[in-house]
């Protein structure tokens, strides 16, 4: 199983990144696909997550309206889109799989390796 992240770098306050997550090793398309984050000192939180198949996507309320979660299940990716990004959206970002049918199961729940946002003048 692996969940690569890419995407991630420095940009300024108003600006935009969009994340990839590739995914490999599992039937993604049976997967809920999440993105979360965690800031320096700061507990991991949840940014956005979007069910197996369909439109049903839940955003913190903290990037509602900015930010927007996608996914391709034909090219087994997930993306975040990152709008109007300010200096508290800094964090490492994560992507997150979990088995749709089974979320209790932590033998079904992947984590990607991280990728850096660092929004700065």
């Known amino acids: 199983v692996q969940l690569v992240e890419s995407g991630g770098g420095l940009v300024q306050p108003g600006g935009s990144l969009r994340l990839s997550c590739a995914a490999s090793?599992?039937?993604?398309?049976?997967?809920?696909m999440s993105w979360y984050r965690q800031a320096p000192g700061k507990e991991r939180e949840l940014v956005a997550n979007?069910?197996?198949?369909?439109?049903?996507?839940n955003y913190a309320d903290s990037v509602k309206g900015r930010f927007t979660i996608s996914r391709d299940n034909a090219k087994n990716t997930v993306y975040l889109q990152m709008n109007s990004l300010k200096p508290e959206d800094t964090a490492v970002y994560y992507c997150?799989?979990?088995?749709?049918?089974?979320?209790?199961?932590?033998?079904?729940?992947?984590w990607g390796q991280g990728t850096q946002v660092t929004v700065s003048s």
């Open positions: 997150n799989a979990r088995y749709y049918w089974a979320d209790w199961d932590q033998r079904t729940n992947y």
């Open positions: 090793g599992f039937t993604f398309s049976s997967y809920r």
């Open positions: 979007i069910i197996p198949v369909g439109a049903s996507t």
